[in-house]
Structure formats: C-alpha cells, structure tokens
C-alpha cells in the first residue's frame, strides 16, 4: 500500500471509528456494490463506474455561495454536487439568494439533511433525532414552497453515527440514507501536496466545504475529473 492509498484509507478507517464506538446495535455500512437502503450508510459508491460523487456541507459562507460556489456551478452545469447545508442557514441563504434552493433541484442537484444547528448527534437519542431531522425537512420545504419535499440523504455533522440504532431506525422511518465519505481532497492536499489528486478513484464521495480553500480545490478536482472522464454525478445516481 502506497502512502497515498494508505492515507485514504486511513481517513475512511477514522470515519467507521466513530461510527463503530456505538454501544447499540448499527446501521450497516453498504458495499459499494448494494444500493442505498434507507437507514443504512453508505461510505462510497461502485469502483465499476467511471463516476463519483461531490458533497459541499455546512453552507456557512454567503460570500464564498454567492461569488465562488454558484458561479462555478453555472459554467459546469456537468458537474452535479449534492448539498448538506445546516438547517438554520437555509432560510437565511434563500432570503439573500431568493430561488436558491429551487434552482439547485432543477439543476439536478441533491440537497440533504446536515442537521439544524451542526450539533454533535452521535449520542442524540432516535427522538431527538427525528425532531432534528423533521424541522430541517420543514425549514428547507418552506423555503422550497413545495410542503411535501423530504430529504432522500442526510450527514451526521463530523460523521458521528455513534447512536446507531438511532440512525437506522429514524433514516428507515423517514426514508434517509446516511452517508459518510471517501476522500477530503482539500484536507489531503496538505498532507499529500504534490500528487493528491491522483487519489481519485470511482466510486468516490468527495468532502468539500463552502469555504474559499475548498473552492480552489473544488476547481482542480473537477478539472482532473474532467481530464479523466470521470463522471461528477448526485448521491442518488451514485448510490441508488
Ligand atoms: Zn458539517
């Protein structure tokens, strides 16, 4: 195992720490080769296929959104991202970009639950968990105007799946696959500076953050993709 491929699977190692810590029963992690089941989570998608996944989380910069993230979205209307914004700023976002998260959909791209406040949930209970869960699937359907949206995939804010018979029982009620990732390009290339993206593999689910380092990052990942042929597709055509 080469340091890059060990680094990489280090990162993922580190996610099912956390995710193995519980004391209660857990959701399984899918193969890569299963379709996403509702309560379960998934870390990666199918290494058969030329494709993977960017997830962008938190939504915290309007700056970052309105000048880096939307822009370069509208000059690759090929690259499909999927969206786990914090509850609480999706109103915020939608007032000082009216349409956000419509325009989002139409364009093809996923939009999933990241909690309401970014609390640690590892430890909340399936009750505390669905009220999180069910004020975020209101707040983001009212800023949809659509009643009847639900979210199809969510993340645990820092992946802490540590109650996981929480996770499984509420994401099978509530129709949510919960994921985890593959790969941090924005944090490798600091560890791996000169030849992080070679780490790129199919099946991936990269981890970006709406930040002004992890748009620069976003752009030459999307770039070496490109370069590669390697589709950048929603979760949902990922995993399902
Ligand atoms: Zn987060």
Redesign the pocket.
Known sequence: MNRRIFLKVAIINTAALAVNAAVFPLPRILHAEESSTAGHIVNCGSCQEPRLSITI??FNSLWVLKRQLLPFLKKHPEVKISA?P?GVNIPYLEEQIPGLWNDLLEAGHEIGY?SMY?ADLSRASAEQLRSDLGKFNHTLAAALGDRNFRVRFG?A??GGYGNGEAFLQVGEEMGVTWLLWSTVPAVMVKTIPLDHLAAISNGDIALF?VTGTDMYWLEKYVQECAKREIEMVSIADLVT
Do not use: V
């Open positions: 989380d938190d786990f914090i990241h970014h993340r804010p820092y953050h």
